[in-house]
């Protein structure tokens, strides 16, 4: 992580020692424009060509501290903008303006801040934003008896997890201190909130910057007291018991997403390269992933390609404006969701109010301040990721969608023939689902399929892409898989799905899955490959069910 920051300070010296000799370099040539003849015309060409210069390098002087001459850049700007208006078109009042920004540019004092001490931004060490599996997380649980310890400790290592139990709060407390797992099971039956012992634990942690770790909560009060006491202590998830390992799995992928998901990704939109790359320098400091667009037409691509939680436009480009490119990106109404930040030097409200009216969410004027910038992109990438996993995913399984599972495969078979590479589609099924529905009841129906759905996407490589595509039924795509690897790969899943226990009433049972695989080496078309794998899928299902068999396997 050290030598991650590292790097970035260095990258952003390098760019402030570039940006510095680029700023001198186009307000000596400003200056000598201002010389021309042709300025005597006043031509809206060259006005306007003068102001949107003038503009782009306010912005990226007063991003870079100068702080004289961006102010003095900025009432060239207005000059100019009063020159095109028709107001006061005089060439002599454009070249006194401009005799400001070279009298403000030549100041001794006025000179760029040296790295990380910025006019109010704030070194930060942020996450490396790297993407942990399941099996990288280490749980500590609480609990006295010895039944129930290994019942959650065995079930809980099912599905991947690390698991450490403690019968004590202050030996648990002392460890986690240390240690920092990454979160806390608390039976409060054994010790309730209410406890002095467990709430001074919770509030050591807190103390000590641990209170971003889940803390989940099995009980058997369920009463509103002791809801009320885990709330005021940081607690995200309560469940009653008996204890239901698929349930209480399905709680912690829930809470404990954000420690496993990837990094939120900003698209940045600005001709001003300087102030740009400033500002992805900024924000994978904090662990955000960043990418760079100059040109407003590359924009959707970007998007296509990126898939941004957030966007962040400049207002004024010359290709065209912030307000402009907005309008464009909201005709694709599969990004309605993602948020659009307006950062420009712009200090017209009216206008400010305009840009929010195209479908923009925010405005932020130039320079910015580290900290309050990407604390509100932050807060605006998790609510749009939190908007888009509800417009693309099943609300039962968090997997996605039919429709998106197949939108990500015609993705997938794409990029396998532009890098020559191979692709495997399963479609699986459970075995004799309707009888576990009609035995044990739908609310157990729907535990099976979500545990399911949870082993498949723990088990699976972060490139694989998992989809509820019917009721009992998923469809899995396996980039750079052929079928072989695919079905040992599946065959193994169902083995560890055969093993779980599930509940109900007292009653044990298991369950089973079948399934069909096929890659794109015989087709590339994608609704034959389905097909391929569905009719494999009907022969394991028709040969005795509980296997896994390829399109071509015997």
Known sequence: MSSNIDTLQQELADLRLQHHENLSGEISAL??????????????????????TAHRLAGSALTFVYEQTGLALRAFEATLDNALAGQMRSAERIRKALKQVQNAATMAGDVPAAPGQEKGVETVTGDDGAARRPEDLHLYVL???????????LGLASFGYRVTTFVDVKLLTVAALTDH???????TEYSSFSDPNLAAAANAMQETGMDAIPILVVSDNSGFVEKL?????????????????????????????????????????????????????????????????????DVLTGIDEFKPDLLVIDLNMPQCSGIELAKVIRFHKQWIHIPIIFLSGELDASRQMIALKTGGDEFITKPVVERPFVSLILMRAKR???????????????????????DRLSHELA??????????????????????????????????????????????????????????????????????????KLDQLRREFEAICFNHKDLEFHCSFSGGVSDSDSTGNIDLLIEKADMALYRAKAQGRNQILGAFSE
């Open 31 to 52: 200056l000598q424009r201002s010389t021309q003849p042709d300025l005597e015309s006043l031509e809206q060409s060259l006005l306007t060509q003068l102001r949107d």
């Open 143 to 153: 609990e006295d008896d010895p039944s129930t310890s290994d019942l959650l400790k």
């Open 384 to 406: 749009a990721r939190q908007l888009a996993e509800l417009m693309i995913r099943d609300s039962l399984t968090g997997l996605l969608k039919h429709t998106e599972i197949k």
């Open 415 to 488: 990029r396998a023939r532009r890098n020559k590479n191979t692709v495997s589609v399963a479609m699986l099924d459970i075995d004799k689902f309707k009888r576990i529905n009609d035995t044990y009841g739908h609310p157990v129906g729907d535990t099976v399929i979500t545990t399911l759905a949870h082993l498949l996407r723990r088990a699976l490589r972060t490139t694989d892409i998992v989809g509820r595509y019917g009721g009992e039924e998923y469809l899995v795509v396996m980039p750079d898989s052929d079928e072989a690897n695919a079905v040992r």
């Open 181 to 187: 797992p990454d979160g806390l099971i608390i039976d």
């Open 229 to 297: 006491h885990a709330a005021r202590h940081g607690v995200v998830a309560f469940l009653n018991k008996p204890i239901r390992i698929p349930a209480l799995e399905s709680s912690l992928e829930g809470v404990m997403r954000h420690q496993t998901r990837s990094p939120y990704r900003v698209l940045l939109i600005d001709d001003d390269v300087f102030s740009m790359e400033h500002h992805r320098i900024m924000l994978e400091s904090w662990g955000i992933a960043a990418k760079c667009v100059t040109n407003p037409v």
